[in-house]
C-alpha cells in the first residue's frame, strides 16, 4: 500500500508540475479530454449473445458471430451524433478477446466470424480514424476464463494483452480500468502501477481512467449524475481501483492535491450490454439532454454506453435518439444572447482567453433590450485550476434585482436550467473563491422547444 500511495503521489506531481502551481491544474492529455464534453462507451462480447450481463468464462466461442458487423456504422452514428471518442470492451471479465490475442484461445480467432479471421479492435480503430473519433480501449483485470487468475502470474498475462492493445492499433486516446474482482482472486493484487507504467510507456498522449485516476476518476454512480458540487481535485492517498468512496469521488475535494477530473459514465439503455428485451427501453432523445446537464453540465464529462447488437449494427432505436440528443443541444446553445453585450474574450469559446473577477465584485450584463432565457452557461480556465465554490446569478425585473439561481461549482463548465423568463440585466456576483477567478466563457440561451 505504501509504494501505491507514493507512486499515487508522483502522478499528483507530475500533474501539478511539482506543486509550483498555487492550485493543482491538469496535464494537457487531461484538458483536451475534458474539451471532447460527450464520449461514447461500445459494450460488446459474448455477452451480446448470450443475453447476460456478465459471462461467466465458460462460453463457447462459437457464439459470437456478428454476421453483419460494420465498425463504420457504429462510429459514422456517433459522429454525426456529436461523439468524440469511442471506447471498445475489448475484453470484458468473462475473459473473451475482441482481437486475436497471441495469449489465449477465447478470442476470436476461434469464433465462426470471418472464419477466425477477424478483428473486432482493429476494424474499430480503423473506423474511429476514417471519421475522426479518438479511440479508446477497455481490457477487464477479472478474467473468468483465464486459468492463471488468482495467481501471481496473472499480472503478466494481462501485461502481455494491454501491450497488445497498445501496440497494434495506433493511437490510444484513453484506458479504462476498473477494480472488478472475482472471489477467486485469493490474495493476489492487481498490479495497477506495473498497468500504469505501461501505459506512459507506450502511448504517453492516453489518459488513464479508474475509480483513483491517476487522470480521471470515476464520477461514483452509474446513472449518470455528476455532484451538484464536482470539484476536479481529489486526494488519492489510501485510495484504489474499487475501493473509493462514491460521494467523494462524485463531489471532489476542494483540497485535494490531485487534479483527476471525473467521467460519468451510463447506459443508454437499462443494461450494459445489447439485449432485445429492451429495444424499447432506450433512453430518450430528452432524457439524454437531461444526462448532459447533469454531467458536462456539472464540471465532468459524459461517456454514454451504446451497445452494439447481435447483427453487430447499433440498433437504429439508439440511432436515432443519440441523433434527436445532438439535435437539441445544438438548438438550444445555437444562438448566445450575451454576444456583443460582454467582452469579446467570453464568447469566443475559448479557455485561454478570460477576464479576471474579484469575489463580491459582480459582472453586469446589459442586453441592451428585453430577452428571454431558460438556461446559463459559465466556464472557468481551468489550464490555472479550478476556483469559483459559490456564485450567485441575478436579474433586472424592471425595478430591481431578484435571485435567478445560487450555486457552487463551476470548473470546466457550469449549465444552470430555469423557468423561462424576460429580462435585460444579469448580474453574477462570484460569492466565494480560491483567489481571483479567471472567467473563460459567459452564454444566456433559450432552450430548444424540443427539450
Sequence with gaps: MKKYIAFCLMFCSLITN???????????????????????????????FTDKEWGDGTESEKVFNPAKLDARQWIKALKSAGFKMAILTCKHHDGFCLWPSAYTEHSVKNSPWKNGKGDVVKEVADACREYGLKFGVYLSPWDRHEASYGTSSYNTYYKNELRELLTNYGEISEVWFDGAKGANAKGMEYDFRG??????????????????????????????????????????????????????????????????????????????????????????????????????????????????????????????????????????????????????????????????????HPLVIDF?????????????????????????????????????????TVGYKRLLRFKALSTQKIRLTILDSKGTVQLAEIGFFKASAKE
Excluded at 511539482?18 to 459494450?43: D, I, S
Excluded at 458536462?296 to 441523433?323: A, C, M, T, Y
Excluded at 490555472?384 to 445560487?406: C, F, H, M, P, V
Aim: charge should be neutral.
Design 368 to 408: 441592451k433590450k428585453q430577452v428571454t432565457i431558460d438556461r446559463a452557461m459559465l466556464q472557468e480556465n481551468i489550464s490555472t485550476g479550478q476556483r469559483i465554490s459559490k456564485a450567485l446569478l441575478e436579474y433586472w425585473d424592471g425595478n430591481e434585482w431578484k435571485q435567478l439561481d445560487e450555486f457552487t
Design 18 to 48: 511539482g506543486f509550483a502551481q498555487t492550485l493543482p491544474v491538469p496535464a494537457n492529455r487531461q484538458l483536451l479530454w475534458q474539451q471532447m464534453e460527450t464520449t461514447a462507451f461500445l459494450h460488446f462480447t459474448v455477452n451480446t
Design 195 to 360: 498497468y500504469w507504467n505501461l501505459v506512459r510507456q507506450l502511448q504517453p498522449h492516453a489518459v488513464i481512467f479508474s475509480d483513483a485516476g491517476p487522470d480521471v476518476r470515476w464520477v461514483g454512480n452509474e446513472k449518470g449524475n455528476a455532484g451538484q458540487t464536482c470539484w476536479s481535485t481529489i486526494d488519492t492517498a489510501g485510495m484504489a481501483p474499487g475501493k473509493a468512496d462514491p460521494h467523494y469521488l462524485n463531489v471532489g475535494d476542494p483540497d485535494g492535491k490531485c487534479w483527476i477530473p471525473a467521467e460519468t459514465d451510463v447506459s443508454i439503455r437499462p443494461g450494459w450490454f445489447y439485449h432485445p428485451s429492451e429495444n424499447d427501453k432506450v433512453k430518450s432523445p430528452k432524457e439524454l439532454v437531461n444526462l448532459y446537464y447533469q454531467s458536462v453540465g456539472h464540471n465532468s464529462l459524459l461517456l454514454l454506453n451504446i451497445p452494439p447488437n447481435r447483427k453487430g449494427l447499433l440498433s437504429d432505436q439508439d440511432i436515432s435518439s443519440i441523433k434527436g440528443f445532438r439535435e437539441i443541444l445544438n438548438e438550444t446553445f445555437a444562438t448566445n444572447l450575451a454576444n456583443g453585450k460582454v467582452p469579446t474574450s467570453l464568447t469566443d469559446k475559448k479557455l485561454n482567453t478570460f477576464i479576471s473577477i474579484k469575489t463580491n
